[in-house]
């Protein structure tokens, strides 16, 4: 890992691609992503660890306690990244598989290590009851393991980014803007 004190680290697929567009914007962060599947943004210097298996094309297939488990797993291989970081950043969307699972506990392994960690979270849309559901009950974990966790409405972020026309996904700045100051 570089000598950055700061890591940015995106989990689950809307987490990856928020961290790889603020990363890339000049944060001077390292970046490392974590996801279940192969649809990792491209980035030249991220490091990338993968939690599911190669012949698991699903990931975790919307199921948090999955992710949360390989994330477990994977503690010796996130530790090197963590002894190095005085702030952590994550990014994750929540309400899925990788993501809602996940972040939590890389956030209790961040601080375990001593790290400050400061999580975003995006949350589901108001018509995906059932995601929204998952996520309120997965939010209390994150905040619990975080200094700050700051939530992020995906509605008022659709919104937004429709009245400027961006994609709300790809073109969403200031969401990478409250990534990297």
């Known amino acids: 890992m570089e000598s950055s004190q ?13 961290a790889a567009r603020a990363h890339q914007r000049g944060a001077g962060a390292s970046l ?45 291989r996130t530790r090197p990244f963590l002894e190095q970081a005085e702030l952590v950043i994550i990014v994750a969307g929540l309400g899925g598989g990788t993501g809602t699972g996940a972040s939590h506990e890389f956030a209790r392994q961040a601080k375990l290590h001593g790290a400050t960690v400061l999580s975003i979270a995006a949350l589901p849309f108001d018509h995906q009851p059932t995601r929204k559901k998952i996520a309120q009950a997965e939010i209390k974990r994150l905040e619990h393991h975080s200094d700050v966790c700051v939530q ?4 008022r972020l659709a919104r937004q980014a429709r009245d400027r026309g961006k994609d709300w996904s790809m073109g969403s700045e200031w969401g990478e803007d409250l990534i990297d100051g």
């Open 6 to 18: 700061i890591l940015i680290t995106g989990i689950g697929g809307l987490g990856c691609i928020w």
């Open 152 to 155: 992020l409405s995906l509605d």
């Open 32 to 76: 490392l992503m974590l996801d279940a599947d192969d649809r990792f943004p491209d980035v030249e210097d991220a490091h990338i660890i993968r939690l599911g298996h190669t012949l698991d094309a699903l990931g975790c297939a919307a199921l948090p306690p999955l992710a949360e488990q390989r994330m477990r797993g994977l503690a010796t």
